[in-house]
C-alpha cells in the first residue's frame, strides 16, 4: 500500500510541559485547560461552521516527543498493569503505536477566532492535531460496553499540601488565571510515580505545568504532600 502523509490542522497549547504526570486518559483532570490552535488553511469560520452546538470534541494527534521504534512493536507495558505486564498492542492505547496516532476526547468549553478552549486534555503541549471530529452521544457511548484491562478510572490517592506551597499555587493562579490548584490536586491524585516504585519520604518528585514547577513527596504510602509551586526559572535540583 502506498503511505499516508498527514498534515496537522492545529496545534494544543496545554499546560503538560514534560510527559511525566500527564493524566494517562483525558477527562481525568478536567482542570487540564487547553487552546487548540488551527493552522492555514482550516483557521477560517467555514470549518468550524456548526461546532457550536458541540459539547465534546475528538482530538485525533501525533505522538510527536516518542521515538520511532526501529522494529514493529507487537507487546507493550501499559502504566495501568504496573509496567510489568504485557499486552498486545491493539489491546493498549500504549504511546508506542504502529503510525504515532492518538485520539483523545475533550470537552470543548468555547470558540474564539481560530482557536477552540477545550479541558480535560491529556497531551503535551505542542503536540500536533491531526483532526477533529465531533463526539455523537448516541454512538460514541455504548452501553454495556467493558474493557477487561481497564474495568473503571483508575483509583486516587490522597494528595495534601504545605503550607508554603498553598500559598504559592494561590498566588500563581491570579497569575495565570488558571485553575493551579485544581490541576495539580487532579493530577498528582492519579500518582504519576511508576507503579513499581516505592519511594522513601525523602524522595522528591517534581514536574513542570504551565510555566510553574512543582515538587512534592509521599509521606507514606497513598499519600502525596505538595511542598513547593514555583516559577520554573526557579527549579530546584
Not at 58 to 63: C, N, R
Not at 156 to 180: C, H, T, Y
Request: net charge negative.
Amino acid at each position: 500500500m502506498t503511505p499516508t502523509q498527514l498534515t496537522p490542522v492545529a496545534i494544543a497549547h496545554t499546560p503538560f510541559a514534560e510527559k511525566f504526570a500527564i493524566p494517562r486518559q483525558p477527562m481525568l483532570a478536567p482542570a487540564a485547560t487547553a487552546i487548540i490552535e488551527l493552522l492555514p488553511p482550516y483557521d477560517q469560520p467555514e470549518a468550524l461552521d456548526g461546532l457550536q452546538g458541540i459539547s465534546h470534541i475528538w482530538l485525533l494527534f501525533q505522538f510527536h516527543q516518542v521515538a520511532q521504534d526501529t522494529a514493529p512493536r507487537l507487546k507493550v507495558r501499559p502504566p495501568r498493569l504496573g509496567g510489568n505486564r504485557s499486552v498486545g498492542v491493539f489491546a493498549s492505547r500504549s504511546t508506542h503505536r504502529p503510525n504515532g496516532i492518538g485520539q483523545s476526547v475533550v470537552k470543548l468549553e468555547r470558540i474564539e477566532g481560530h482557536r477552540l478552549w477545550v479541558s480535560g486534555v491529556d497531551l503535551l503541549d505542542g503536540t500536533p492535531i491531526i483532526d477533529i471530529k465531533p463526539y455523537v452521544p448516541y454512538s460514541d457511548s455504548i452501553a454495556g460496553a467493558y474493557n477487561d484491562i481497564a474495568p473503571h478510572a483508575p483509583d486516587s490517592i490522597r494528595v495534601e499540601w504545605s503550607d508554603e506551597a498553598l500559598s504559592q499555587a494561590g498566588k500563581e493562579e491570579l497569575r495565570l488565571q488558571q485553575p493551579v490548584k485544581a490541576l495539580i490536586e487532579q493530577c498528582l491524585a492519579q500518582d504519576p510515580k511508576p507503579a513499581y516504585q516505592n519511594p522513601a519520604p525523602e524522595r522528591r518528585y517534581g514536574v513542570q505545568l504551565w510555566d510553574i514547577n512543582v515538587t512534592w513527596h509521599y509521606p507514606e504510602a497513598e499519600t502525596i504532600r505538595v511542598l513547593s509551586v514555583s516559577p520554573a526559572d526557579k527549579r530546584a535540583e
